[in-house]
């Protein structure tokens, strides 16, 4: 019987096999079937040449065919319809993120803004908007759970009329029981708190891209980069985040990085474990990487590349174990293994644009999210002052995952890696349903190199992580 049906079994289509960074042994990752191991440089051979088919007596095979390495083709396919599924399913039935821009403008000149071409506007009084958008959300996400993310251009502006928007963001959203997140630059984050804190504040995400003057050359304050003034607001910054959590608000603190400033990513944790921040309970951080969206910049070379990033960051770890205490970077599916466990579940799509994402602006128009809000071109409708969607176009993004990408479908990343960004797919190839490949061998290699002989259970148990938390934010050049 077990060798009628082993002439059945073959490899699995998404087995995702590799040497571990710097190791012998290697790992095997399987999403579909939610196993891991670390298995012997032998077995990897057999597994990558397929030889180990020809030994289905052996413990190995017996093993590698009970984790579902080793399955029936057909029986694999049923899985897979099933798996996917219940994702649609569960995002279906999740919560969406609806982002809204009060303006473009911004009080910083950050070297690397991707928004740094746009239209800025001056803010302008928008009551008629925002009824308008809250109007159209009570339609439009019907029964569905969903929180307001206010992004820019930069939303904590200086000034009665800005203070005023805020306020009425705030109105709309406690009627609904809604909460809101800000991405703000940070530097009047004291002076709203008041504000703020008449609000259910979800997070507020703050940029800090080094200590001092690092940070303050490359998030220079405009009037100063323009006039040759001050430029420097790092210490700003850091007020307003020790406010906000005095406050009792959560703060998301993000860096952006790049070869400029990951050499030095370890003061910036040595400063906030210092200053108390990463062991408050309302604080936690993200990693970003910069990286081309829309505009040139002026200085590619310093640009990484996906794999390159998390190469120099693990020797940054290895060399300041302190970084890990500030941030423990997800490498692909790697930390959520460790933290949990458990493999997270398959991920047939880590493009949330249009899905569980959606992104509006003050002059009334609708994007998929926020790497084409506010690009002309990239309107999917309007809410004001009238409601029209482009139905053909939002059904394109909706249908975009890792079964609408041709090159994705024989990929043996898939499950883990999603089809990447639909908007780098669309600025490269100019089809939202190109492939924006993720390294994730590469990178399961070194977290699994990095994780798995650090205790981080323990330590991270209490703030378990989302597994699609770092696919999205990380892509965007927020703030
Ligand atoms: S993955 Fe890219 S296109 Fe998709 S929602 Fe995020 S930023 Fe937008
Ligand atoms: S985007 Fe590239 S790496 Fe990702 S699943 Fe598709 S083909 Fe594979």
């Known amino acids: 019987m077990e060798a009628k049906q082993s002439m059945n079994k073959t490899l699995s289509r998404h087995n995702i096999l590799k040497q571990i960074h710097r190791q012998e042994d290697w790992i095997v990752v399987n999403l579909l079937h939610r196993q891991a191991d670390i298995i012997s440089p032998e077995l990897a051979s057999k597994i990558r040449d397929g030889s180990i088919l ?20 057909e029986r694999e396919t049923s899985l897979y319809r099933l798996a996917y599924a219940d994702f649609i399913r569960e995002r279906d039935a999740g919560e969406v993120q609806v982002f809204y821009v009060p303006g473009y403008a911004c009080n910083f000149a950050c070297d690397y ?18 009824d308008a958008f809250f109007t159209h959300l009570d339609t439009h996400l019907a029964g569905k759970p ?78 100063g980069r323009m006039n040759g ?13 020790d406010d906000a959590l005095a406050a009792g608000l959560e703060i998301n603190l993000r860096s952006v990085l790049d070869r400029d400033n990951l050499p030095r990513l370890h003061e910036l944790a040595d400063f906030a474990l210092k200053r108390g921040w990463t062991a408050n309970p309302r604080f936690k951080t993200q990693l970003g990487r910069n990286y081309e969206l829309h505009y040139c910049q002026d200085q590619q070379n310093r640009l990484y590349g996906r ?47 249009t899905k569980t994402e959606w992104a509006y ?9 926020t790497a084409t809000v506010g690009k002309d071109g990239e309107q999917l409708g309007r ?3 009238h409601t029209d969607l482009d139905h053909d176009r939002i059904a394109d993004w909706e249908d975009r995952d890792v079964l609408s990408i041709s090159a994705c479908r024989d990929c043996s990343l898939q499950l883990a890696c999603g089809g990447g960004c639909g908007s780098v797919a669309y600025n490269r190839e100019g089809n939202l349903h190109a492939p924006d490949c993720r390294p994730v061998d590469g990178l399961i290699s070194m977290g699994v190199a990095l994780y798995q002989d650090a205790d981080i259970h323990e330590r991270t148990e209490e703030k378990r992580k989302d597994p699609k938390e770092n696919l999205h934010f990380n892509e965007v050049q927020l703030q």
């Not at 289905?56 to 984790?67: A, C, G, Q, V």
């Not at 005023?164 to 530097?187: D, H, M, P, Q």
């Not at 602006?361 to 998929?368: E, K, V, W």
């Open 54 to 73: 020809s030994e289905p007596e052996s413990d190995d095979y017996r093993e590698l065919s009970e984790k579902g390495y080793i399955i029936d083709p």
């Open 113 to 130: 803004c991707y928004q740094d071409g746009y239209i800025h506007d001056s803010h302008q009084a928008q009551d008629d908007v925002i």
């Open 146 to 223: 969903w929180y307001l993310t206010v992004f820019g251009g930069e939303p904590l502006l200086p000034g009665g009329g800005q203070r005023k928007i805020i306020s009425r963001l705030i109105e709309g959203a406690n009627a609904r029981n809604v909460e809101i997140a800000l991405v703000t630059n940070g530097y009047y984050l004291s002076e709203y708190i008041d504000l703020l804190s008449t609000a259910k504040i979800r997070e507020i995400q703050v940029t800090l891209d080094g200590v001092g003057d690092v940070h303050d050359r490359r998030r220079p304050l405009k009037a």
């Open 229 to 241: 003034g001050e430029y420097r607001n790092f210490e700003k910054v850091v007020r307003g985040i």
């Open 307 to 353: 794999l390159e990033m998390y190469e120099d960051l693990f020797e940054q770890i290895q060399r300041y174990p302190q970084i890990l205490e500030f941030h423990t970077p997800a490498y692909s599916i790697s930390r959520f293994l460790f933290e949990n466990g458990e493999l997270p579940a398959p991920l047939f799509d880590s493009c949330p644009g």
């Open 361 to 369: 602006d003050y002059t009334g128009q609708i994007y998929s999210c």
């Open 383 to 385: 809410f004001y002052p």
